[in-house]
């Protein structure tokens, strides 16, 4: 399943013909439904999304081209969003003090 930031750096030909590959997916998988041939219906779900991605770039693209903005292939040399900060273990340092005042009272 491609992600949308893989879909941006394809050329507007590409997209068309992905969208071409992904609706014709779609189709066969909604006669395999009505036949009750497909086994995995996470599948049709997955075609629906992958259609609605290409078509939110190519649309993407079209508003950045009436925008007057380039609206070309985009290739990202850095991640999308920056890598999540570890975060730190939290120890607790105090002792059980209960335990050492029964022994000292015996």
Do not use: W
């Not at 439904?33 to 078509?55: C, E, F, M, S």
């Not at 990202?76 to 022994?103: H, I, K, N, Q």
């Amino acid at each position: 399943m491609p992600t949308a930031t893989e879909l941006r750096e394809l050329d507007d030909d590409e997209l068309e013909t992905r969208l071409d590959e992904y609706r014709r997916e779609m189709l066969n998988l909604r006669f395999q439904l009505a036949t009750g041939q497909l086994d995995n219906y996470a599948r049709l779900n997955d075609a629906k999304r992958n259609v609605a991605r290409v078509l939110t770039v190519l649309r993407d693209r079209e508003i950045a081209l009436a925008e007057g903005r380039d609206a070309g292939p985009v290739f990202l040399e850095r991640p999308v969003r920056p890598a999540r900060p570890v975060r730190e273990a939290v120890v607790d340092d105090t002792e059980d003090t209960e335990d050492t005042e029964d022994t000292e009272e015996t």
